[in-house]
């Protein structure tokens, strides 16, 4: 079983049909029991910082993430907020990776938007994937490059395209939206 | 390097996909489904529906199709037509849809769109603005492209930003439906005057009627229904093509 960890972030859906697809089953739940015996747990995310950290805490689920020993990816949102701090809302973030989340700078449009490559450093979630091959971002803020960065984008800025420590994994785009090659990598994961 | 996107549209009617010349003469264009697959099995790089109807009778019909759509696709996709309301907005995401896309609506109640934005998160309001040049300048259409207002699109396009859209959709009426190329003047005004992004649409009858919005405005996107519906262009033919001439698409 999967866990989708519910909060005010929108797009739950698209992760639950994705993994549907896959034939893995999974719930979307707030409940603290379930997401620490899921197998895997998502974290998705698609909203504001500050407004999603503070729904995170009411709920407790804050607390909850840092309990969970079995491999969570953190999707987008869910990435940023895995890190220290995020510069949107000024909001203290779960402390997770070492890495700031910053605005893009105005030298380009923003938000970044659309199907972008990324370099891999390292890392199993992207095995397989070549540096030729995009996926779908959509975002105003990014994490910094830091010792937890597992691949990398450049737009405007180099910035942390999937992040890992221990047993938790991010990506800053959406394997779910990234049609074939976004399976690929969701499939890498449902498989640690 | 963040590539620029093909995007078909799928005006949608009672359930199916349609086509119009001009914002007139409807003919059938065949199921949204099989054409949303076949569209994201060529390579194209988002979605858009459209709903031309958009009564509330048929907001029902529509929800269920946008689940269907959510549950058969795996890229990103925006639903328009009819949005009057946050709740419209929730309805739409709660069903499955990436973004969505409002025109009227936005116009009569420019709150509307910092409503959304604020409640759901910019990236997932486009603001579709209809536009036609006349009397030596471009203004905004709305429903439909009936009706005429007194808003210069360029000033519209920067008030929607300051308000909170995400993107712009752009749509030329004298373009529309003529298969003779972009509006590449007002495209490049507007996509110069502002930092979100812009998606072109209306016109687009050849390959290179996309090198030259690509090269000759600031535009990300490029948006169009008949030549991909009919398969006058086939969207893996376009891309290979753009990518010979120095533009960067996602090759599949």
């Not at chain 1, 895995?82 to 779960?94: A, H, I, K, V």
């Not at chain 1, 402390?95 to 199993?124: E, L, Q, R, Y």
Request: hydrophobic fraction near 40%; include cysteine.
């Amino acid at each position: 079983m999967i866990a989708i960890i519910k909060y005010n972030a929108g797009n739950v859906r698209s992760v639950q049909n994705a993994l549907t697809k896959l034939g893995y089953e999974s719930v979307i739940t707030d409940n603290r029991e379930t997401i620490l015996s899921a197998d895997k747990v998502i974290f998705p995310g698609v909203g504001e910082a500050s407004s999603a950290m503070n729904y995170l805490k009411e709920k407790g689920l804050d607390k909850t993430i840092l309990d969970i020993k079995k491999p969570m990816l953190g999707i987008c949102l869910g990435l940023q907020l895995m890190c220290n701090y995020s510069e949107e809302g000024d909001t203290d973030c779960l402390g997770i990776f070492k890495a700031s989340v910053k605005k893009f700078p105005p030298n380009d449009t923003v938000p970044h938007m659309g199907w972008n490559n990324f370099s891999s450093t390292s890392g199993v979630l992207c095995q397989g994937i070549t540096d030729t091959q995009d996926v779908y971002y959509v975002h105003s803020y990014y994490a910094e490059v830091t010792e937890n960065t597992t691949a990398i984008c450049n737009y405007i800025v180099p910035f942390s395209a999937s992040m890992r420590k221990n047993n938790f994994y991010a990506t800053q785009f959406h394997p779910e939206k990234s049609a074939g090659i976004g399976t690929r990598i969701l499939q890498n994961f449902l498989e640690l | 390097m963040l590539k620029k996107r093909i995007i078909p549209c799928l005006d949608i009617m009672n359930g199916r996909t349609v086509k119009g010349i001009n914002f007139v003469g409807i003919k059938d264009a065949g199921d949204p489904i099989e054409l949303a697959k076949k569209y994201v099995q060529e390579g194209a790089d988002e979605l858009v529906f459209l709903d031309i109807t958009a009564t509330i009778e048929n907001r029902t019909t529509l929800l269920q199709l946008v689940e269907r759509i959510a549950s058969e696709i795996n890229i990103p996709f925006t639903v328009g037509g009819g949005i009057n309301t946050v709740e419209d907005v929730s309805n739409l995401l709660n069903a499955g849809a990436d973004k969505v896309s409002v025109n009227s609506s936005a116009v009569k109640n420019p709150s509307l769109i910092t409503d959304i934005a604020t409640t759901f998160g910019s990236q997932c309001l486009v603001v579709a603005i209809d536009t036609k040049f006349e009397a030596d300048e471009w203004k905004v259409f709305v429903h439909g492209g009936r009706t005429p207002t007194e808003l210069t699109t360029v000033q519209w396009a920067q008030q929607v930003e300051a308000l909170g859209a995400g993107e712009i959709l752009l749509t030329s009426m004298n373009n529309d439906g003529t298969k003779g190329g972009f509006a590449l003047d007002i495209t490049n005004q507007v996509s110069t005057a502002i930092n979100i992004p812009v998606i072109a649409s209306g016109g687009a009858g050849t390959k290179k009627h996309f090198t030259e919005v690509f090269e000759q405005t600031k535009a990300t996107g490029a948006l169009a229904a008949s030549i991909f519906h009919y398969g006058e262009i086939p969207i893996p033919e376009l891309k290979e093509y753009l990518h010979t001439k120095n533009v960067a698409v996602r090759l599949t």
